[in-house]
């Protein structure tokens, strides 16, 4: 997979407030997965997408493809402290899935 | 249940002294790889495998040896730890490379200390 960087490195937020990470890359992006890992957990897929311009939703959390294909977003909307957790984005190639360095969500009650 | 087993989950070793984490799947999965967690460098794949017999190299193979001679299991050996390789270490498996078989399941996850 192609190279993807990943912003914030960490962020904290009050309970309630929203949370956005995003994922960018220089390079055209066959698609892109969304995985969270909880503390002392491993990484469990949240979501794939494929098409430019792709909005999914599950539950409090909105995924997005940007249109050039070369950026994705995850935005959570009024956080909760189960939303704990390291979130990272992944490309896939042929033959490899290659990971950001993920955003580090901590959630204060 | 759909899983990857990896064993052990906790070590503590020293360094040269050979040892072996084994993976195992029961998703009939061709494709599985290995991973490794390090703070601020994220996941980053050691070796991986498309299907019994076939072996390559991710983006940080040196010090490690895998093999695949059953679908099922995929162990990762390193023959001479050093403390560099201090490390979690995650397996991880998908049905294949197409778009709808394309999602990994990792294992728990190995957390190795090489002293």
């Known amino acids: 997979g192609q190279q993807v960087m990943q912003i914030p490195q960490y962020q904290h937020v009050q309970e309630g407030e929203d949370f956005t990470t995003y994922c960018n890359s220089s390079t055209t992006l066959s698609n892109i997965q969304w995985y969270k890992q909880r503390p002392g957990g491993h990484p469990v897929f949240l979501i794939q997408l494929v098409k430019s311009g792709e909005v999914k939703k599950q539950k409090r959390l909105t995924f997005q493809f940007g249109e050039a294909k070369k950026n994705s977003s995850l935005h959570i909307t009024a956080t909760q402290t189960t939303d704990v957790g390291t979130y990272f984005c992944?490309?896939?190639?042929?033959?490899?899935?290659?990971f950001g360095k993920g955003t580090m969500l901590l959630v204060s009650p | 249940e759909a899983q990857v087993t990896q064993n052990p989950r906790y070590l503590i070793t020293v360094t040269g002294k050979k040892l072996t984490v084994t993976c195992s799947q029961n998703?009939?999965?061709?494709?599985m790889s290995w991973y490794r967690q390090d703070p601020g460098l994220g996941l980053r794949q050691i070796y991986y495998s498309m299907n019994v017999e076939v072996t390559d190299k991710g983006d940080v193979p040196e010090g490690y040896k895998v093999s695949r001679k059953e679908k099922r299991n995929f162990p990762l050996i390193l023959e001479s730890p050093s403390p560099n390789q201090t490390s979690l270490y995650f397996c991880?498996?998908?049905?294949?490379?197409?778009?709808?078989?394309?999602?990994?399941?990792f294992g728990a996850g190995s957390r190795l200390t090489v002293l």
């Open positions: 992944a490309s896939s190639g042929y033959s490899t899935l290659t």
């Open positions: 991880a498996s998908k049905r294949g490379s197409s778009s709808g078989a394309n999602v990994l399941t």
């Open positions: 998703m009939n999965h061709e494709y």
